[in-house]
């Protein structure tokens, strides 16, 4: 394919720097990862709300507080990231170089082992 400088005008050229257009089955298959990242962000965030909202009778309200929080910064980041690695995904395909490290599915690893784990000292300290 052809550079597509030409083609394309202000923010998306600054954005893509250039290169020659993918194959539109790998662009669309990014968008459909990238998609696939806010509706995990999506889900982290309604759990937030919905610890907030609705275990006001099984969690102590820092606790409360403190695992909403957690849902809710951790889908901040999440969908933030996400942005930045379609964008980056997208240049490296554009450009022929290696795509970049998956960050996000550690970060949604350890993120949700930190919530699980305060969930489960808060189990524990609760049975006795």
Known sequence: MNDDDGARRGLARRLLR??????????????????????????LMAGGIAVEAFTTAIFEPQLRTALAVLLLLHAMIISSVACFRWLNVERAMRHGTP????????????GGSVVAAVVVVFVLMRGT
């Open 99 to 110: 795509l970049p490290l998956p960050f996000l599915a550690p970060l949604l690893a350890l």
């Open 18 to 43: 250039g290169g020659a257009e993918p194959d539109p089955r790998f662009t669309l298959a990014n968008e459909r990862t990238f998609l696939a990242w806010i509706r995990t962000s999506l889900a």
